[in-house]
């Protein structure tokens, strides 16, 4: 069974998605723990399976190194298999992403190299796109630009807002989210595999 820590920021649906998932019999990976940089409405969902989680305040740390080190101080407690970030909008210090990596992944609202960053969304329709698309990556120590795991295309319709087009990825975030997990889990993805032969 793969354990997975998962990292977030919100609402946490990504996070709903896969604890439903996981709570599945035939499902070969459970979620240990679930941690956030901030007070999330995620953690509901850890509640409610009965999940431990932590919280790392984001804002009482001085600088992104010392907060990262709590950070992987409470990961360290869980040693789980794989950390998933889902919807952790702050980006983890080198020291971190090389300790874990590639057991590091990342969901993210675009169809990566296109619109990496906070604003994925937003920047995809700025830019008039007629399509983007959600993906699931290694995380690396650039921006969303590490090796990706899966991705599908989403159409952009006509009258589109950021919170419209953002309903409408996030179901196949969680559908890729889930399966690239799956996958790992059952051995059919090997991260190491994919990271040492990533450009
Ligand atoms: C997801 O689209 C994630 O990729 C992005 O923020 C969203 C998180 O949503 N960075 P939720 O917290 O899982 O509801």
Known sequence: MLTVAVLIS??????????????EP???????????????????????????????????FATREEWGA????????????????????RLLPATLVDEWAPRIINTHPAYLPEFPGAHGVRDALAAGASQTGASVIIVDNGVDSGPILAQERVPVLTGDDEASLHE????????????????????????????????
Do not use: C
């Open 10 to 23: 919100g609402a946490g649906s990504n996070l709903r998605a896969l604890l439903d998932a996981a709570a």
């Open 26 to 60: 035939d499902y070969p990976a459970r979620i240990v723990v679930v941690g956030a940089d901030r007070e999330a409405d995620g953690f509901a969902h850890a509640e409610e399976y009965g999940i431990p989680a932590f919280l790392v305040p984001w804002v009482q």
């Open 70 to 89: 709590e950070l992987g101080a409470q990961l360290a407690v869980w040693q789980p298999d794989l950390v998933v970030l889902s919807g952790l909008m």
């Open 168 to 199: 409408r990825i996030k179901p196949v975030e969680r559908r890729l989210l889930i399966d690239v997990v799956r996958r790992i889990a059952i051995g059919d993805l090997d991260l190491n595999a994919v990271a040492s032969t990533a450009p």
